[in-house]
Structure formats: C-alpha cells, structure tokens
Nanobody, 128 residues
Framework: HVQLVESGGDSVQAGASLRLSCSASGFTFDDFDAAWYRQTQGNECERIASSAQYSKTSWIPASLKGRFTFSRDSAGNATYLQMFNLKPEDTGEYYC??????????????????????WGQGTQVTVS
C-alpha cells in the first residue's frame, strides 16, 4: 500500500520540543522532493519545510528558522521535522508530502493534498 504516515504530534506546553516523523511505504522517499505543511486556525496551508529530490539541504521559512529543522533518514524512507521552543501559534495540523505536481498558494491543506503525488493524513500539534 503506497502511503505517507505522520507521527509524533502531541499536546505540549509552550517552550517544549517535538519531533514529527513521516514514513513512506510503497515507494522510496528519496526519489521525490519532500515537504512539511501545517494548517493553523484561520490561516491557509503553510509550507514550513521542503527539500529537493536526493538533496541533503532543506528550506525553512525565515519566520521559523532557528526553531524548525528538516531532515531525511539515511535509508531514504522517512523525513523528520524537529521543532524547538514551541509557541501557541504553532498549534495546528501538520502534514508531510512528497512529489510536488502543482502549486500550493492560498488554499487549505485539504486542497493542497491534490498538488502532491503523496500526502499524509496529518498529525495534530497543540501548544498551550
């Protein structure tokens, strides 16, 4: 079965850290560009990390640099989003994705899923 599965979401206090995982089954993650998105209340789907196919480098928006980091596992079957010093405004549903086929601009994450070959089911992060 071909899918992406996120895990690691939790309810935490402000200042805590979390590591989200995204595991691929049925395909090799390294063969695709990868990304993490989040949907926070009242906002459009936001790209918070991405990495090109086979790349060891990643992009993080300036607003999150220093708090969020992206990595891929050495086996090429998973990506990770490490989050430090979490804030209440980080509360939301977090999604991983692979294989961008379109453009994600000004839409909800439920629609953004259509712009990728693979899109996970989401994992909830709540910061209080």
């Amino acid at each position: 079965h071909v899918q992406l599965v996120e895990s690691g979401g939790d309810s935490v206090q402000a200042g805590a850290s979390l590591r989200l995982s995204c595991s691929a089954s049925g395909f090799t993650f390294d063969d695709f560009d990868a990304a993490w998105y989040r949907q926070t209340q009242g906002n459009e789907c936001e790209r918070i990390a991405s990495s090109a196919q086979y790349s060891k480098t990643s992009w993080i928006p300036a607003s999150l640099k220093g708090r969020f980091t992206f990595s891929r596992d050495s086996a090429g079957n998973a990506t990770y989003l490490q989050m430090f010093n979490l804030k209440p405004e980080d509360t939301g549903e977090y999604y991983c994705a692979a294989g961008l086929t379109g453009t994600v601009v000004g839409m909800s994450c439920s629609l953004a899923a259509n712009e990728y070959e693979y899109w996970g089911q989401g994992t909830q992060v709540t910061v209080s």
